[in-house]
């Protein structure tokens, strides 16, 4: 059926088709072990930094150290708990980055069309605008980076605080005036009864514990009340910040002192945050002799209770 030279060129079709297939395994394995050797090299790279690697005499590397590898198998948690975070210090921080840097291009815009000369009065009161949003996206990122270094100090116990005798009645006063447009632009009521008191502390740290607690409360409240109240006595200075907000469960009330403890601590959180605020606040309180509670339950709001020791 078939002339003896098309035999011939169909063997030699087939030849080369199998030559070719075998070359390909060939590199591909070549490849693959390639790869795997490289693999090797980067994860040995990588072990010898972090002295899970042992040595034996001729310097050769023997056996991984089973003491690190069980080591770092508990702590895969701490692993996974760290990584969580970076992911979050990550989220918090690019949410106030891209309102900066879309309002920077907004401003450049005005800027040229204030230049060209064209309806002054309208670009120059956009500057204003976008300048303004700027300035509050940048305080969140400031406060955002402030926090995380108060954590890394308090960390290595290098949190520490000013003693000087102070009205507290005068800060709250201060703090809660700033707060106010921000609490009435989302349609809630701020009340205040605020009595006098005196106080020996760092006053900064101390306004720093009011902001954290305001803060919360127009966080997690979307209707209703925050109510900030300030008496003394002989003994004691009670501060409260009470809201009509989502409020805390009971079994939730000693962890949101903890660092990283957020009751909503799924991805998709709704209120944003890292979780730190109230652990600076407990542990700044608690440099100053005092102690801070939390009366709620859920869907009653919630009310954070400061007690310091009164300076006479
Ligand atoms: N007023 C409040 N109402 C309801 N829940 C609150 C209130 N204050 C705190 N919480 C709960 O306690 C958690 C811890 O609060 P904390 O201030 O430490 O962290 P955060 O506000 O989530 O983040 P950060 O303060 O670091 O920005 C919050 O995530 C929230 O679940
Ligand atoms: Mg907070």
Redesign the pocket.
């Given at each position: 059926m078939f002339s003896d030279s098309s035999v011939g060129f169909i063997a030699s079709l087939i030849t080369a088709v199998l030559v070719l297939a075998g070359l390909i395994v060939m590199i591909r394995k070549l490849n693959r072990s390639n790869m795997r050797m490289l693999q090797f090299m980067t994860e040995s790279i990588d072990a010898i930094g972090e002295g899970i690697v042992v040595f034996d005499r001729q310097d050769r590397v023997a056996l991984v150290n089973p003491r690190y590898s069980k080591m770092m198998r508990s702590n895969q948690p701490a692993v996974a708990k760290k990584s969580r975070f970076i992911g979050k210090v990550s989220h918090e921080l690019r949410t106030p980055l891209t309102v900066i840097n879309g309002y920077i291009a907004c401003l450049v815009k005005a800027a040229e069309r204030a230049a060209e000369g064209a309806d002054p009065d309208r670009n120059v009161a956009q500057i204003k605008a976008h300048g303004a949003r700027i300035q509050s996206a940048a305080s969140h990122m400031r406060r955002i980076v402030e926090?995380l270094l108060d954590w890394s100090n308090n960390e290595r116990g290098r949190l520490v605080m000013d003693r000087a005798p102070f009205a507290m009645d005068a800060l709250l006063r201060d703090v809660t005036d700033d707060f106010r447009m921000e609490i009435e632009r989302k349609g809630l009521v701020l009340e205040t009864a605020i009595g006098g008191a005196q106080v020996m502390g760092d006053r900064a740290r101390l306004k720093q514990v009011i902001c954290?607690l305001l803060?919360?409360?127009l966080?997690?409240?979307d209707a209703g009340r925050i109510v900030v109240t300030l008496a003394s006595d002989r003994d004691e200075v009670r501060m409260a910040v009470a809201?009509t907000?989502?409020?805390?469960a009971p079994q939730?009330h000693a962890r949101?002192f903890e660092t990283f403890?957020?009751?909503?601590n799924s991805d998709a959180r709704t209120?944003?945050?890292?979780?730190?605020?109230?652990?600076i606040v407990a542990e700044i309180v608690r440099q100053h002799g005092g102690r801070i509670q939390v009366d709620?339950d859920l869907g009653t709001g919630?009310v954070?209770t400061l007690r310091l020791p009164t300076h006479a």
């Open positions: 926090d954290n803060s919360n409360a966080r997690f409240t809201d907000g989502i409020g805390v939730d949101i403890h957020q009751v909503d209120y944003g945050g890292l979780g730190l605020g109230l652990a709620s919630a954070m």
